[in-house]
Protein backbone atom coordinates (compact mmCIF):
# COMPACT_ATOMS: atom_id res chain seq x y z
CA UNK A 1 0.00 0.00 0.00
CA UNK A 2 1.95 3.45 -0.74
CA UNK A 3 2.36 6.18 0.86
CA UNK A 4 0.18 9.97 0.54
CA UNK A 5 2.87 10.83 -1.63
CA UNK A 6 2.79 7.78 -3.98
CA UNK A 7 5.91 5.26 -2.61
CA UNK A 8 5.48 1.55 -1.89
CA UNK A 9 7.44 0.92 1.06
CA UNK A 10 9.23 -1.98 0.18
CA UNK A 11 11.80 -4.72 2.89
CA UNK A 12 14.79 -5.32 0.83
CA UNK A 13 17.61 -7.25 3.21
CA UNK A 14 16.25 -6.15 6.50
CA UNK A 15 15.89 -2.47 5.49
CA UNK A 16 13.10 -0.92 3.82
CA UNK A 17 13.64 0.90 0.13
CA UNK A 18 10.89 3.26 -1.84
CA UNK A 19 9.66 3.15 -5.09
CA UNK A 20 7.07 5.58 -7.02
CA UNK A 21 4.50 3.75 -8.08
CA UNK A 22 3.75 5.88 -11.01
CA UNK A 23 7.13 6.04 -12.56
CA UNK A 24 9.31 3.70 -10.43
CA UNK A 25 12.11 5.73 -9.27
CA UNK A 26 14.40 5.78 -7.85
CA UNK A 27 14.98 2.46 -9.64
CA UNK A 28 15.90 -0.48 -6.89
CA UNK A 29 17.38 -0.67 -3.52
CA UNK A 30 17.53 3.16 -2.55
CA UNK A 31 15.89 4.59 0.17
CA UNK A 32 14.31 8.15 -0.10
CA UNK A 33 13.74 10.64 2.18
CA UNK A 34 10.48 12.04 3.07
CA UNK A 35 11.10 15.60 1.54
CA UNK A 36 12.13 14.03 -1.68
CA UNK A 37 9.43 11.90 -1.95
CA UNK A 38 7.16 14.93 -1.34
CA UNK A 39 8.66 17.17 -4.61
CA UNK A 40 8.79 13.99 -6.63
CA UNK A 41 4.86 13.57 -5.96
CA UNK A 42 4.63 17.62 -6.25
CA UNK A 43 5.82 16.71 -10.19
CA UNK A 44 3.57 14.07 -10.93
CA UNK A 45 0.79 16.18 -9.49
CA UNK A 46 1.67 19.41 -11.48
CA UNK A 47 2.23 16.95 -14.63
CA UNK A 48 -1.70 15.47 -13.97
CA UNK A 49 -2.90 19.29 -13.37
CA UNK A 50 -1.11 20.46 -17.10
CA UNK A 51 -2.50 17.71 -18.76
CA UNK A 52 -6.13 18.23 -17.91
CA UNK A 53 -6.11 21.79 -18.32
CA UNK A 54 -5.04 20.73 -22.14
CA UNK A 55 -7.75 18.40 -21.87
CA UNK A 56 -10.04 21.37 -20.70
CA UNK A 57 -9.05 24.03 -23.01
CA UNK A 58 -9.03 21.28 -26.13
CA UNK A 59 -12.62 20.54 -25.24
CA UNK A 60 -13.90 24.25 -24.49
CA UNK A 61 -12.47 24.84 -27.81
CA UNK A 62 -14.31 22.25 -29.19
CA UNK A 63 -18.06 23.32 -27.56
CA UNK A 64 -16.82 26.43 -29.25
CA UNK A 65 -16.56 25.44 -32.50
CA UNK A 66 -19.75 23.53 -32.43
CA UNK A 67 -21.81 26.36 -31.15
CA UNK A 68 -20.72 28.12 -34.16
CA UNK A 69 -21.25 25.94 -36.63
CA UNK A 70 -24.61 25.09 -35.32
CA UNK A 71 -26.24 28.49 -34.27
CA UNK A 72 -25.86 28.21 -31.04
Not at 2 to 28: A, N, Q, T, Y
Not at 61 to 67: G, I, P, Q, Y
Amino acid sequence: MPDPFGFDHLPHMGRVVHRCIECEWPGWGLTVPEKDRERHHRTHTKQAAKELEKQRLANLSLARRAKREYGG
